[in-house]
């Protein structure tokens, strides 16, 4: 069966402006989460979905946002760009939870 | 406060030989573990995961870890290496009720060297 899809791979943005990421998750997982890895930081979580709602949200400033489709499908936004939001971006989708993530990819953001 | 602390940041080792690679968690109520792989440019890996029950968990590509209550750890081992084991390691903690939030390791890199 088809994996996590992320889309766009590599994504290149000036600071100051916005970016909206797209994760396709595994037909029937209705979990979705999001986690940014950086050098320096490791892999941290920013969000977690399911059924449409948020349920739990990481540390991070509120320029990062996200959402669920009713198809489960998900989408991160991050406005007002700083340098330090270079990283890569994993979705990782899941039937519940407990059973494991499965990662996508990611997608690399590199801002200038 | 949940806390998974892997003990190496790099691990050398040459091809054929064992690996241990560690990982200590930290949490005051039940937690579930995975390990996970991370190739070059790609996402992670699902290596193997401990919910509950035997305390020996075996995974994909011959890997398997121990989850030791007492201790708090959960290292995992290969019998015999390859250069494609190659990659770096991620242990990740989860807490029940805890809405699938997953606290990773800071990684272990580990090097096979022919």
């Known amino acids: 069966k088809a994996g996590v899809t992320q889309t766009p791979r590599y994504l290149i943005k000036t600071r100051g402006q916005q970016v909206t990421l797209s994760c396709s998750p595994i037909?029937?997982?209705?979990?979705v989460s999001w986690y940014q890895q950086t050098p320096g930081q490791g892999l941290q979580f920013l969000f977690e979905?399911?059924?449409?709602?948020?349920?739990n949200k990481g540390n991070f400033p509120g320029r990062f946002s996200g959402r669920q489709f009713s198809n489960s499908r998900s989408e991160m936004n991050v406005s007002t760009l700083e340098l330090g939001d270079s990283a890569l971006y994993l979705c990782?989708?899941?039937?519940?939870?407990?059973?494991?993530?499965?990662f996508g990819s990611g997608t690399r953001l590199t801002v200038v | 406060a949940q806390s998974v602390t892997q003990l190496d940041s790099q691990v050398p080792v040459f091809e054929e030989a064992p690996v241990e690679l560690r990982c200590n968690y930290s949490?005051?109520?039940?937690?579930?573990l995975f390990w996970y792989v991370q190739y070059p440019n790609q996402g992670l890996q699902l290596l193997l995961k401990?919910?509950?029950?035997?305390?020996l968990v075996k995974g994909i590509n011959g890997f398997e870890a121990e989850f030791n209550k007492s201790q708090t750890s959960f290292h995992l081992r290969k019998p015999s290496v390859h250069i494609s084991d190659t990659a770096e390691y991620f242990c990740?903690?989860?807490?029940?009720?805890?809405?699938?939030?997953?606290?990773f390791g800071a990684g272990t890199r580990l090097a096979v060297h022919p």
């Open positions: 037909s029937g997982h209705r979990s």
């Open positions: 979905y399911f059924s449409e709602t948020q349920r």
């Open positions: 990782a989708s899941s039937v519940g939870g407990r059973d494991g993530y499965t």
């Open positions: 949490s005051s109520v039940s937690v579930y």
């Open positions: 990740a903690s989860g807490v029940s009720g805890g809405y699938n939030k997953l606290i």
């Open positions: 401990y919910l509950s029950g035997s305390t």
